[in-house]
């Protein structure tokens, strides 16, 4: 699937923007259950609050991101989240914490 140009200027206003992709993404070594639960925590916290989660999100539904934080859910909570929803639905991504 080709991404527009347009497609990415949300990344602008983003929360992440400038923090270490470290935190949004699993280290090259391999990361104990704890050391991953206390960045994904970290990670998912600037994702709170941030201006465009919900561009985040859809964007990493559309394209099949397979890796990381993206609009404060994991690579499963992603998959979890596009079998519960319909294709229609995607384009409208509701957070399970607000449903």
């Given at each position: 699937?080709?991404?527009?140009?347009?497609?990415?200027?949300?990344?602008?206003?983003?929360a992440c923007r400038g923090e270490d992709a470290a935190l949004f993404f699993a280290p090259n070594h391999f990361e104990v259950k704890e050391e991953k639960a206390a960045r994904e925590r970290r990670a998912k916290a600037i994702c709170a609050g941030c201006p465009v989660r919900y561009e985040c999100l859809e964007y990493a539904v559309r394209t099949g991101e397979a890796h990381g934080i993206w609009?404060?859910?994991?690579?499963l909570e992603r998959r979890v989240l596009v079998r519960q929803r319909t294709p229609a639905a995607l384009s409208m991504v509701p957070f399970p914490d607000e449903a």
């Open positions: 699937m080709a991404i527009q140009n347009w497609e990415w200027g949300w990344q602008w206003r983003a609009g404060g859910l994991n690579e």
